[in-house]
């Protein structure tokens, strides 16, 4: 039996694999390639006034849940907020990631774009290059956005998916994030107005938009 294709969405908190790719991820998901969403922090500063224990079970639970209605398999790692760099050499994150990527040999990775103004999103842009550098395989290498609004990567190609068949599956997905309704109202409308663009673009009611850059 021939395997699965493998696609892997790196994203530094629990919902931005589905701000930045969930339409795609239920795409592919229903052309029954194999998703993985490697999240690398729970996001314990989003409430600093709860136990982080609570936090994380909460946000856990809410990116499991987006999960199951995409289509795909989410790992968590525990990283410190603003503090990814360190946090990830410290707890060698390097070594297992490496192993997962050869062990599954994607076909396609998708990361925050360097754009991005958050400095977690910055990280994790980075740390992707590096993993490059150290991997057997060659997979192609896509940037996705969540709070940038006007994306200016234009000497990279631009690839764009259809997904007006899993528009709705994806804001039932958002909808899981409860405890993320006022952090994420701004990528949120963002998010349809670039859908509804990436739409026009493509002659089709929504879109999402990545930059090739490997």
Known sequence: MAQKETVIIFG????DFVIGAGGTIAKYSEEKKKIISIVFSYGENSHPWLKEKVVQE???????NASKLLGCQT????????????????????????????KEKP??????????????????HN???????????????????????????????????????????????LKCFRSQQLH?????????F???QNGLKIRTWFGEKFFRIR
Not at 107 to 124: Q, R, V
């Open 12 to 15: 530094a908190h629990s919902d």
């Open 107 to 124: 076909s396609k990775i998708f990361t925050h774009s360097l754009e991005d103004l958050h400095p977690d999103h910055k990280a994790i």
């Open 184 to 192: 994420i109202s701004y990528p949120f409308i963002l998010l349809i």
């Open 75 to 102: 790992i968590f790692f525990d990283l410190k907020e603003l503090h990814f760099q360190e946090e990830y050499e410290k707890k060698q994150l390097a070594k297992k990631l490496i192993t997962l990527l050869n």
């Open 127 to 173: 740390i992707t290059l590096s993993l490059l550098e150290q991997i057997n395989s060659k997979p192609e290498v896509y940037i996705y956005s969540i709070w940038n609004p006007v994306s200016l990567q234009t000497k990279f190609p631009a690839l764009y998916i259809n997904i007006s068949k899993q528009f709705s599956l994806l804001l039932q997905a």
């Open 58 to 64: 909460m946000r856990l639970k809410e990116a499991k």
């Open 194 to 196: 670039r859908a509804f």
